[in-house]
């Protein structure tokens, strides 16, 4: 059997999230991500193939790097032609971009050294319409990116990030590894200007970045004192944390296999 890595984006809105889930009350399944591909792989290989993720993204949150493998027992495909079989397969708002052959031991999710996320925020007068799907408008805001920065400075190395954890997450632990967290600001395609915020890490509580985000925000716009982030995290207490931003802001932009192994 061989092992495929695929690199591929999605636009999370018309999906119920990554993860394959059961049938909703009548036999109709819920829409997601897994299920689109394997209901592709299972199209070429004629038998059902399944599909493990590097990480899960919820309802709404979008991809422009997640990874993902599968074992095929298909010998006559290079591995990189699996981009275009599976696309050929697929719906317009899930690309394949990159696939090719890894060993056999493998996983997507067990491998990989680090996530990075990318949470994009539009504070224009009016909000383009063509931007509305994939970021979050906050109206009446004039970033202040020192302030940002420095607020997100104490984002790194290992940390007890229960304060940024959603009720319902199921984690053993709430400590995660964070590599970095910044802000800086682009312009989009049509030039509009949008505030990015970028983190790495080596895993994600449930909801964290959305938090972290709206925390942020929240922080900057009602001109907290420099050492409030810093406070919240320390508290350990999600009531001290903000607001969680809406998940269509949010874009898994990057899996690292290429770094330090670290906890799940």
Same mark, same amino acid.
């Given at each position: 059997?061989?092992?495929?890595?695929?690199?591929?984006?999605?636009?999370?809105?018309?999906?119920?999230?990554?993860?394959?889930?059961?049938?909703?009350?009548?036999?109709?399944?819920?829409?997601?991500?897994?299920?689109?591909?394997?209901?592709?792989?299972?199209?070429?290989?004629?038998?059902?193939?399944?599909?493990?993720?590097?990480?899960?993204?919820?309802?709404?949150?979008?991809?422009?790097?997640?990874?993902?493998?599968?074992?095929?027992?298909?010998?006559?495909?290079?591995?990189?032609? *699996?981009?275009?079989?599976? !696309? =050929? /397969? +697929?719906?317009?708002?899930? @690309?394949? $971009?990159?696939?090719?052959? #890894?060993?056999? %031991?493998?996983?997507?999710?067990?491998?990989?050294?680090?996530?990075?996320?990318?949470?994009?925020?539009?504070?224009?007068?009016?909000?383009?319409?063509?931007?509305?799907?994939?970021?979050?408008?906050?109206?009446?805001?004039?970033?202040?990116?020192?302030?940002?920065?420095?607020?997100?400075?104490?984002?790194?190395?290992?940390?007890?990030?229960?304060?940024?954890?959603?009720?319902?997450?199921?984690?053993?632990?709430?400590?995660?590894?964070?590599?970095?967290?910044?802000?800086?600001?682009?312009?989009?395609?049509?030039?509009?200007?949008?505030?990015? *915020?970028?983190?790495?890490? !080596? =895993? /994600? +509580?449930?909801?964290?970045? @959305?938090? $972290?985000?709206?925390?942020? #925000?929240?922080? %900057?716009?009602?001109?907290?004192?420099?050492?409030?982030?810093?406070?919240?995290?320390?508290?350990?207490?999600?009531?001290?944390?903000?607001?969680?931003?809406?998940?269509?802001?949010?874009?898994?932009?990057?899996?690292?296999?290429?770094?330090?192994?670290?906890?799940?």
């Amino acid at each position: 059997m061989r092992n495929i890595l695929l690199t591929l984006s999605y636009d999370g809105t018309d999906f119920c999230g990554w993860q394959r889930q059961d049938d909703k009350a009548g036999g109709v399944a819920f829409r997601t991500v897994q299920n689109e591909i394997e209901k592709a792989l299972a199209k070429l290989h004629k038998e059902k193939i399944a599909l493990y993720g590097s990480g899960r993204t919820d309802s709404g949150v979008h991809a422009c790097g997640q990874a993902a493998n599968f074992y095929t027992p298909i010998e006559s495909i290079p591995a990189a032609n *699996f981009v275009r079989a599976l !696309n =050929a /397969f +697929l719906p317009a708002d899930i @690309r394949i $971009l990159d696939s090719k052959e #890894v060993p056999e %031991d493998f996983n997507s999710r067990k491998s990989a050294t680090s996530r990075i996320y990318r949470y994009f925020i539009s504070f224009e007068k009016e909000l383009p319409a063509n931007n509305s799907r994939y970021v979050w408008y906050v109206p009446k805001y004039s970033p202040d990116l020192e302030r940002l920065n420095h607020f997100a400075s104490c984002l790194r190395g290992e940390l007890d990030c229960s304060a940024f954890a959603a009720s319902g997450d199921s984690s053993v632990s709430n400590n995660r590894y964070i590599d970095d967290a910044h802000f800086f600001m682009q312009k989009d395609i049509w030039g509009n200007n949008l505030l990015v *915020f970028q983190i790495e890490a !080596n =895993a /994600f +509580l449930w909801k964290m970045v @959305r938090t $972290l985000t709206g925390t942020l #925000v929240n922080l %900057d716009k009602s001109g907290a004192s420099l050492d409030s982030m810093e406070k919240i995290l320390l508290s350990k207490d999600r009531t001290k944390a903000g607001v969680t931003a809406p998940p269509n802001g949010l874009f898994l932009y990057q899996v690292r296999f290429d770094g330090i192994r670290r906890h799940a």
